[in-house]
């Protein structure tokens, strides 16, 4: 299995552009998560997916971001218009069931916004 | 909603030691523990996990204890190895929400 596959690896972008991440989760999995970490608040849940269906994105920061999961094989985070304080590690992880089980992450995406 | 606090935030030991990091918890209804241990330059990893039915749970040289009353549980690591420097972290799942709440992390330095 390749496991949880994420694009870019790295993003390096100016203010005000548009920034979108990609997330493959491993197949057969019904649940997709992107979580956000950096050094001061650590890892932070932004949104999760139920069946491709968005079940809760209480921790997506503001309306300059947003997630899609248009089938159970792809998902974007997309941030437009970016900004300095969005750099950070961005990851996505998905799990066969609920969040009880165990959730498998990908290698991640380093955003640095300049 | 779920509360994680995790302590220490660094911890350095000795190659042979053994290494302790410790979770509490504010939501008594929480049933699942998972420990994930990072590697510098990729994602957390599921090491071990607990859930409430039982008290302990051991997997070769790391355990993991529950303590449901005192609402806290803890990562052991015995005969730590340079390998096993990484950044771990506590998790528990928030009521009444499909998902976790993460504590901070432990940064575990095992050195030669």
């Known amino acids: 299995d390749a496991g949880v596959i994420q694009s870019p690896r790295h993003e390096v972008t100016e203010m005000g552009q548009e920034v979108t991440l990609r997330c493959k989760p491993i197949?057969?999995?019904?649940?997709l998560f992107w979580y956000r970490q950096t050094m001061m608040r650590g890892l932070e849940l932004l949104i999760y997916?139920?069946?491709?269906?968005?079940?809760?994105d209480s921790g997506m920061p503001e309306d300059r971001f947003s997630a899609k999961m248009p089938n159970a094989s792809f998902s974007t985070l997309k941030i437009q218009p970016s900004e300095p304080r969005d750099s950070a590690v961005y990851f996505c992880?998905?799990?066969?069931?609920?969040?009880?089980?165990?959730?498998?992450f990908g290698p991640g995406t380093r955003l640095t916004v300049l | 909603g779920e509360n994680v606090e995790q302590h220490p935030s660094t911890l350095s030991v000795q190659e042979g030691d053994s290494a302790v990091i410790k979770c509490t918890y504010s939501?008594?209804?929480?049933?699942?523990f998972p420990w994930y241990k990072q590697e510098l330059g990729k994602g957390p990893q599921l090491i071990i996990d607990?859930?409430?039915?039982?008290g302990e749970k051991k997997d070769q040289r790391i355990a993991v204890t529950l303590n449901k009353t005192a609402k806290h549980f803890s990562l052991h690591i015995t005969e730590t190895q340079p390998e096993d420097s990484a950044v771990y972290f506590c998790?528990?799942?928030?009521?009444?929400?499909?998902?976790?709440?993460f504590g901070t992390g432990t940064r575990l330095l095992v050195s030669p």
């Open positions: 992880a998905s799990t066969a069931g609920p969040s009880t089980d165990t959730q498998y």
């Open positions: 197949s057969g999995h019904n649940s």
């Open positions: 997916f139920n069946n491709n269906v968005p079940i809760d």
């Open positions: 939501d008594s209804a929480s049933n699942y």
């Open positions: 607990i859930r409430s039915n039982v």
């Open positions: 998790a528990a799942p928030r009521r009444g929400f499909q998902k976790l709440v």
